[in-house]
């Protein structure tokens, strides 16, 4: 009401940027909360435990008709293959069926020609402490190796052959065709759907970071919160990487979910570039005088928090981004200042090259912050062409 009032009698009136975004805190939530939360069909873990329930009495269904002597190892299949999104679902289920036929492969091999116990018992030591020793390293070298010691610890313990191994191939064929036709069929999530609110998100992350640094230059007089300035990169940080996260699900969708990636791609990338700008600049404010500085800052630091925003509204409505106003307008000055500062810091080296003035902090101070304006209007027009091009590939 304050600021109402003043607006309203033309008065200025100076808002501290650090009190604009401070870090979210999470919200504590009870049991009940949760659970209403989660049993909704909004929700993607509910969703997925409904399609992991449906696919696994599937399969132990159709285990169970075609009288499969092994037929838990289907279910198993499709219990481990099945994730909440199609991208990771194919990708596990690639690895698990590619692995579990070459191990099984392996293993009929090894059943056919070893049928000394303790050259089998040798195998399996060797094998199994060697996957256990790439499993964090690759999944599908892991069960290349783990299927054969399944196959050989069967064979030592009951009678079975070599047509364990073909019933463990054939099994896994089985699962991992009902695990992807279950993610693509059944209540999908696509990352399609989701990617724009994620990006949106991001791009309000990164714009409330640049907020604050740019406050830092804006009021050098007022100590910077650093702590806040900390905070609010790690929370862009995170949504960065969330955000790239799900662009790399999208990539694994079919291409005709998936639509054009290009724009997406182009997108994440520069928007990792504006954080490092924002981060750049955080830096150099350290070193920051706050004796010199320029009069265009303010307006620019405007400019782009009204784009970012704009940017970030396109996204979540589906519509495309309003024109870029003239950037250049507010560089120019700058590439002027700073031409100026380097033709007076030169006529000082070559009169006194140790003299230590006004213009040599002026040229620190202001050098490094023209330059990472530059790059920050360049992002931006990338940006805005990204989401631009993405609205239109949404639309055809």
């Known amino acids: 009401m304050e600021i109402v009032t003043d607006l309203q009698q033309a008065k200025g009136r100076s808002i501290p940027q650090s ?28 969703r997925h435990a409904l399609r992991l329930a449906l696919i696994v009495t599937t399969a132990q269904l159709l285990a169970s008709l075609l009288q499969v002597p092994t037929g838990y190892w289907v279910t198993l299949t499709a219990v481990v293959a099945l994730k909440p999104s199609f991208g990771d679902t194919s990708e596990r289920t690639v690895q698990r069926v590619v692995g579990t036929t070459l191990g099984g492969i392996v293993g009929i091999a090894l059943v056919a020609f070893i049928h000394n116990s303790v050259a089998i018992l040798i195998c399996i030591l060797v094998l199994l402490v060697t996957a256990m020793s790439v499993r964090s390293l690759s999944y599908g070298i892991f069960i290349i190796l783990l299927t054969p010691v399944v196959i050989l610890l069967l064979n030592l313990t009951s009678k079975g052959g070599w047509e364990i191994g073909a019933l463990r191939i054939v099994d896994s064929l089985i699962g991992g065709t009902l695990a992807l036709l279950g993610s693509y069929l059944l209540f999908p999530s696509w990352e399609r759907q989701q990617l724009s609110a994620q990006l ?35 929370q862009a940080a995170l949504k960065n990487a969330n955000a790239a996260a799900a662009a790399q699900r999208l990539f694994s969708e079919p291409l005709h979910v998936r639509g054009e990636v290009e724009p997406i791609m182009m997108l994440m990338l520069y928007i990792r570039a504006f954080f490092s700008s924002v981060t750049t600049l955080a830096e150099h404010q350290r070193k920051f005088s706050g004796e010199y500085q320029f009069a265009e800052l303010k307006g620019f630091n405007d400019a782009i928090v009204e784009i970012l925003e704009n940017l970030a509204n396109a996204l979540e409505q589906g519509e495309p981004p309003q024109s870029l106003p003239a950037l250049d307008t507010y560089l120019q000055p700058i590439h002027n200042r700073i031409e100026q500062l380097h033709t007076a810091r030169i006529s000082e080296l070559a009169a006194n090259p140790t003299s230590v003035t006004s213009t040599r902090q002026a040229v620190r101070d202001q050098t490094p912050v023209s330059t990472q304006l530059d790059r920050i209007v360049y992002e931006i027009k990338c940006l805005h062409c990204a989401i631009e091009r993405l609205q239109k590939s949404i639309l055809k």
């Open 19 to 46: 009190d604009i975004y401070p870090p979210m805190q999470p919200e504590r939530s009870s049991i009940l909360d949760t659970l209403r939360n989660n049993l909704t069909f909004d929700s993607v873990l509910f």
């Open 200 to 234: 949106a998100t991001t791009m309000r992350a990164n714009l409330a970071y640049f907020q604050q640094v740019a406050a830092s230059y804006l009021h050098p007089e007022s100590e910077p919160s650093t702590e806040t300035i900390k905070n609010l990169r790690h």
